[in-house]
């Protein structure tokens, strides 16, 4: 099956800073998502990108669709508390059939 | 318009016993997906109701793991017996045609 890789692990920034992570897979993808989970809470989808090469904001968050559709990186800018959380990328493979493929997840801490 | 809804919320059961874990998706929604994430590790597909139908189970872990949509509304997943390595947080999914799956809340399941 295909691995897709997510990274940072975890990271831990100053209120202010700006963020970045990305997933990268061994197969392509027609759809990259990112999600956020907030603790005791499931995942909530932040942007989805459905074309190679697709550059989306919403608010602070900007994602991209790799040209070579086996990647998409997430950056989020000017950090805030309230954007710690585990944030997960996905993927929809070919003939999926609406199956999603995720990231092990970047856990965010922001510090005042 | 409510959200998809998980029951329970957490369950701590022993190696042997049975546990039920409810989904109900959002209504209206044909497709229902169940996924878990084992700690630290991604969040890994299960499997898809479309409506009452099993439309793909390729990620049930063994044949412990029974999952229904009698009705084609609610769904049930049960463990029986429950194996240590089945502890993780259980998700259910809900989405209209294959777009935007969203999330419920989850099941904390421990398994001691």
């Known amino acids: 099956g295909q691995q897709l890789n997510q990274s940072p692990q975890s990271m831990f920034i100053q209120e202010g800073e700006d963020v970045s992570m990305n997933c990268t897979s061994s197969s392509i993808f027609n759809t990259w998502l990112w999600y956020k989970q907030d603790p005791g809470e499931g995942p909530v989808l932040l942007i989805a990108l459905y074309k190679a090469g697709e550059l989306t904001s919403n608010g602070r968050l900007t994602a991209q669709f790799g040209i070579t559709r086996k990647d998409s990186f997430l950056n989020i800018s000017a950090s805030i508390p309230s954007d710690v959380g585990i944030y997960f990328c996905?993927?929809?493979?070919?003939?999926?059939?609406?199956?999603?493929?995720f990231g092990a997840g970047t856990q965010v801490v922001v510090t005042p | 318009e409510a959200g998809v809804t998980q029951f329970p919320s957490h369950s701590v059961i022993e190696k042997g016993q049975t546990v039920t874990l409810r989904c109900d998706p959002i209504?209206?929604?044909?497709?229902l997906y169940w996924y878990r994430r084992v700690m630290g590790k991604e969040i890994k597909f299960l499997l898809h109701f479309v409506k009452e139908s099993k439309q793909d189970e390729s990620g049930m872990p063994n044949n412990r793991f029974l999952a229904e949509r009698t009705g084609g509304t609610y769904s049930t997943l049960k463990v029986q017996p429950a194996e240590l390595e089945d502890s993780g947080v259980y998700f259910c999914?809900?989405?209209?045609?294959?777009?935007?799956?969203?999330f419920g809340p989850g099941t904390r399941l421990l398994v001691l």
């Open positions: 999914a809900s989405s209209q045609d294959l777009g935007t799956q969203y």
């Open positions: 996905a993927g929809q493979p070919p003939d999926s059939w609406g199956k999603l493929q």
């Open positions: 209504s209206g929604h044909d497709n």
